[in-house]
């Protein structure tokens, strides 16, 4: 996959993509990041990308001209069909499943943002889709261009190990992760639950399935509205609600 990023402070992005599954992801080939700093499609002296809001007011505006020719730039040099994604708090919210459909893509352009954003008709022209990371306010576009190429990278072919990648759509899909321990047996007085020292695998894999519909359904009740479980999982949450007293519906 290919991904150019459209970006005043293009340092953010390459500083940040050598390390861990993404760094070895793109050694491999797998992924590669480009970007194109809007400045460099300036002519005057000050090299200025930003301007007044007509309207008044406080903040600043992305000029046009600079934004619209590095999105083209950048977009020319991926393939056919890669769509244009402006990173907005106006934006579809980015969730794991707009991660599985663009890691699916031959390319991504990612506009990151500054001050108060683009030109709304930069937006027409030069961007087919919004996507935001969520409800708090940062101060630009490019640690979410970050979260996206992040949550992107993984899923590609050959990114993890091939073991962590079956864990994903395992029993627990869809849920909130079970507790995890390593050695000592002991830390600071606390110990390993009993049952992971057991050596008993579907014992094991029972409580882990137990943790995260426990867990889920206390910390994050939106997951298990809002989504199917597997038949095991439901299995469990059913039994742990019925040993609560609530009534299933
Ligand atoms: C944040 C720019 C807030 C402008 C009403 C009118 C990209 C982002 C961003 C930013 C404002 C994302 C105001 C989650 C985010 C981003 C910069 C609004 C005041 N209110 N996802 N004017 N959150 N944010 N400024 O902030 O570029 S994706």
């Known amino acids: 996959m290919k991904i150019q990023v459209v970006t005043l402070f293009p340092e953010m992005i390459g500083g940040a993509l050598g390390f861990g599954v993404v760094g070895r992801a793109v050694e491999r080939g797998l992924l590669s990041v480009g970007t194109e700093d809007p400045r460099a499609h300036t002519s005057d002296v000050h090299r ?9 007011g406080p903040g600043m505006v992305l000029k046009p001209e600079p934004m619209l020719a590095a999105i083209r730039a950048a977009h020319g040099r991926l393939p056919q069909g890669s769509p244009r994604i402006y990173l907005s708090a106006q934006g579809e919210s980015f969730g794991q499943g707009q991660a599985r459909e663009l890691a699916g893509l031959a390319g991504l352009l990612l506009v990151a943002g ?5 030109d709304e008709r930069v937006v027409e022209l030069g961007i087919d889709r919004e996507l935001s990371i969520g409800d708090y306010v940062l101060s630009g576009g490019e640690l979410p261009a970050l979260v996206v190429i992040d949550a992107v990278a993984r899923l590609l072919p050959g990114a993890l190990g091939d073991a962590r990648s079956s864990v994903e759509d395992s029993f627990a899909a869809g849920l909130l992760d079970w507790p995890h321990y390593t050695r000592p047996e002991v830390f600071e007085g606390l110990g390993v639950p009993q049952v992971l020292l057991s050596g008993n695998h579907a014992d094991i894999r029972r409580w882990r399935l137990e943790q995260a519909v426990a867990r889920t359904w206390a910390r994050r009740p939106d997951l298990i509205a809002g989504r199917e479980l597997s038949s095991e999982a439901s299995r ?3 039994e742990l ?9």
């Open 241 to 249: 609600l019925a040993a609560r007293g609530v009534r299933s519906r």
């Open 236 to 238: 469990v949450l059913n």
């Open 48 to 56: 200025t990308v930003d301007d007044r809001p007509y309207g008044g």
């Open 114 to 118: 500054r001050y108060e954003g683009l």
